[in-house]
T-cell receptor, first 111, second 115 residues
Framework: QKEVEQDPGPLSVPEGAIVSLNCTYS??????FMWYRQYSRKGPELLMY????GNKEDGRFTAQVDKSSKYISLFIRDSQPSDSATYLC???????????FGGGTRVLVKP | NAGVTQTPKFQVLKTGQSMTLQCAQD?????MSWYRQDPGMGLRLIHY???????DQGEVPNGYNVSRSTTEDFPLRLLSAAPSQTSVYFC??????????????FGEGSWLTVV
């Protein structure tokens, strides 16, 4: 079993809808959690960075971490076609290095 | 602002050949890593380094070699290429946690095919 699990999708939503993405993880030592966005044939780009449990909001993006259930979420409000990409969640024990990634969820936002 | 630069972007190798994927960063980051990405697998850590002269293995190190002689460069060597090493390779860097580093920056990737 992988340490970080994600539904591969694709997740298709109409423009303007809320995109809801989830990950589960099994390593209790993870303290830092990230969401990356990856466009086709590009490198991952950091979207959200969260330490321990709680919520974090940045513009249209909200990240939630529930360490008690080992559950990570990302919500994208007012989705745009430019949000169409693969979204990768990741966890790590210590900041700055050695990320463990989920397999990624492909999102399609249709105009 | 170059960030993390990887070369080459595309490469085709024959089984048994060796090659080096180059990675350079201009942000004076102490931490550097190599990941590979395969369909449905996400990114998996191959090797990482927390500073010049210091390297360690990640999740999938077999068949790869690294060294870190300078802060800027972290090359990844394939010793004897195998078809199972066909993948997309990403180099990453970050500042150390004591320097406030919590963002890991990725390069654009190197697409490698071994035939």
């Amino acid at each position: 079993q992988k340490e970080v699990e994600q539904d591969p999708g694709p997740l298709s939503v109409p423009e303007g809808a809320i995109v809801s993405l989830n990950c589960t993880y099994s390593n209790s030592a993870f303290q830092y959690f990230m969401w990356y966005r990856q466009y086709s044939r590009k490198g991952p780009e950091l979207l959200m960075y969260t330490y321990s449990s709680g919520n974090k909001e940045d513009g249209r993006f909200t990240a939630q971490v529930d360490k008690s259930s080992k559950y990570i979420s990302l919500f994208i409000r007012d989705s745009q076609p430019s949000d169409s990409a693969t979204y990768l969640c990741a966890g790590t024990k210590a900041a700055g290095n050695k990320l463990t990634f989920g397999g990624g969820t492909r999102v399609l936002v249709k105009p | 602002n170059a960030g993390v630069t990887q070369t080459p972007k595309f490469q085709v190798l024959k089984t048994g050949q060796s090659m080096t994927l180059q990675c350079a960063q201009d942000m004076n980051h102490e931490y550097m890593s190599w990941y590979r990405q395969d369909p449905g697998m996400g990114l998996r850590l191959i090797h990482y380094s927390v500073g010049a002269g210091i390297t360690d293995q990640g999740e999938v190190p077999n068949g790869y070699n690294v060294s870190r002689s300078t802060t800027e460069d972290f090359p990844l060597r394939l010793l004897s290429a195998a078809p199972s090493q066909t993948s997309v390779y990403f180099c990453a860097s970050s500042a150390s946690p004591r320097a406030g580093g919590n963002t890991i920056y990725f390069g654009e990737g190197s697409w490698l095919t071994v035939v």
